[in-house]
Every structure is written in C-alpha cells, then in structure tokens.
Nanobody, 121 residues
Framework: QVQLVESGGGLVQPGGSLRLSCAAS????????MGWYRQAPGKQRESVATITSGGWTTYLDSVKGRFTISRDNAKNTVYLQMNSLKAEDTAVYYC???????????????WGQGTQVTVSS
C-alpha cells in the first residue's frame, strides 16, 4: 500500500514563504508524476503545480514566478517552495502522485491528507 505524507504548512504573513514537502512510501515501483493541488473553503480544488519523472513542470498561472516545484526521485519526495505568499493562496494543499506498484500493474493516483496553508496579517 502507498501513502503520501505532507508537511510544511502553517501560518505566514503576506509576502512570506513556506516550503511544502510530500514523501511517498510503500510498495512503489515507479512514480510517473507528482504535484500539488489546493482547495479553499467553498472553492473547487485546483492544480497548483506538477512535475513528471523527466522533470517537466506545469504551474497555475497565478503562482508562476512565485512557486517552484522540485523533486528528489531517490527519496520519492516532491517539494513546493512558495514565495511572496498572498492571502489568496490560503487553502488546504494536497499532494498527488501517479504511482505504479509493480511492473505489470497500472498506475494509480494517490493523495495525501492535506496540509493547511494560511496567509494572513
């Protein structure tokens, strides 16, 4: 069984920074992609940033230039460096990964429990 554990959330003032981490563990054969989603109260969940095993990245337009996604394949870990945080970034951030648990097994999407990020003065 695979599990994803996020860490690094918290309360920061506007303009501050946070670094989120997500570590995958369990029966992992290959991780094709990892990413971060967020959901604010009463809002739809949206993709923030993704990164493939080959290093290709995508970003939500509103976070480009402020957030950076990176990975450590050896540690099965993805990071999200968030700078110049704004109140609109307040949300629960969820880690997502596409993982195959065996060479003959199809990839499946896994989700972390979420970590709260609050940007407020």
């Amino acid at each position: 069984q695979v599990q994803l554990v996020e860490s690094g959330g918290g309360l920061v003032q506007p303009g501050g920074s946070l670094r989120l981490s997500c570590a995958a563990s369990g029966s992992i054969f290959r991780i094709s992609a990892m990413g971060w989603y967020r959901q604010a109260p009463g809002k739809q969940r949206e993709s923030v940033a993704t990164i493939t095993s080959g290093g290709w990245t995508t970003y939500l337009d509103s976070v480009k230039g402020r957030f950076t996604i990176s990975r450590d394949n050896a540690k099965n870990t993805v990071y999200l460096q968030m700078n110049s945080l704004k109140a609109e970034d307040t949300a629960v951030y969820y880690c997502n990964a596409l993982i195959a648990t065996g060479v003959l097994r199809p990839e499946a999407a896994y989700w972390g429990q979420g970590t709260q990020v609050t940007v407020s003065s």
